[in-house]
């Protein structure tokens, strides 16, 4: 029998609406993206306080905890409560780190919006073992990129969030939006543990992930936790997470918009099947 885990499903709107005044001096209701402080506890112990759209708190949750390697197991996590009156997440697990307290103390700043600091010896709980290869084909990005154009319903409406995809190759299986990237993929590694057994089970199925935002040192982890070996972006690449996509084997594909990409690709995994027309004399170069 699957094991049970009892939640809250304490969602909230992902938008709000306000009065702007345009540069005509005309006013109109505008929507916002919502931000919602969530402060999370862990067996009674506070963790994080988290920023958040509210949209899926319960997963949110439930992946940080996992990414931050705070929850050892499914099995382990027990229940996830979300009380917006009072802006906490309660969850409830059998077991917790035997080193919690010096996992805490060891904190490390990190250039995530919406979060901050990464809980030590994170590296040290992403298997050493080189991912599963992916190969991935120009064709399929080129196809997949227009497949998420009918996704990013908040930022289309009230912009000020990021985005983040599991895909199998050009499907796209489950989308996020929330204030942080981190938030986003968070919720993601959340869903999976929430939705096991279920056809939601996106995370299982997935082997390309996609973000909006840039390909940090934590991005790569994050993804290597979940087992996936191609994150797409189209925003940049950071040193580190260049350094880390090399030790773990993932291929990382940058400032992907459009035709216009670039590939970091050090096990030659990418196959161009579909290159663009050649520029003419002229043409400007894309750098978005």
Not at 97 to 107: H, K
Not at 137 to 159: D, F, H
């Amino acid at each position: 029998m699957p094991h049970s885990i009892q939640r809250s499903h304490a969602r909230l709107p992902v938008t709000l609406d306000i009065q702007v005044v345009d540069e005509f001096g005309q006013s109109h209701t505008q929507p916002i993206a919502a931000e919602r402080a969530l402060t999370v506890y862990l067996n009674r112990r506070e963790i994080v306080t988290l920023m958040s759209l509210g949209e899926d708190p319960e997963a949110l949750v439930v992946g940080y905890l996992r990414n931050q390697g705070l929850i050892g197991t499914r099995e382990d996590l027990e229940a996830v409560f979300v009380d917006w009156e009072v802006e906490a997440a309660a969850v409830v697990t059998r077991h917790l780190p035997e080193d919690l307290e010096t996992r805490l103390g060891q904190r490390t700043v990190t250039t995530g919006c919406g979060q901050g600091t990464v809980f030590g010896r994170l590296l040290d709980s992403v298997p050493r073992a080189r991912l599963t290869p992916t190969p991935l084909k120009q064709s399929v990005m080129y196809a997949l990129l227009e497949n998420l154009g009918a996704y990013n319903e908040t930022y289309r409406s009230a912009g000020a969030v990021h985005g983040c995809a599991l895909c199998r190759q050009e499907q796209v299986l489950d989308f996020v939006e929330d204030v942080g990237r981190h938030n986003a993929v968070d919720t993601l590694a959340g869903r999976e543990w929430l939705n096991e057994g279920s056809s939601d089970a996106a995370c299982t199925q997935a082997d390309i992930f996609y973000t909006t935002g840039r390909l940090t040192s934590e991005m790569v982890l994050k993804v290597a936790q979940m087992g996936i070996s191609v994150l797409l972006s189209r925003s940049g690449v950071t040193q580190k997470g260049v350094e880390l996509a090399e030790r773990f084997g993932v291929l990382l594909v940058a400032r992907a918009k459009g035709r216009h990409f670039q590939v970091i690709d050090t096990q030659q995994r990418f196959i161009f099947d579909a290159p663009p027309p050649p520029r003419r004399p002229g043409d400007r170069r894309q750098t978005g």
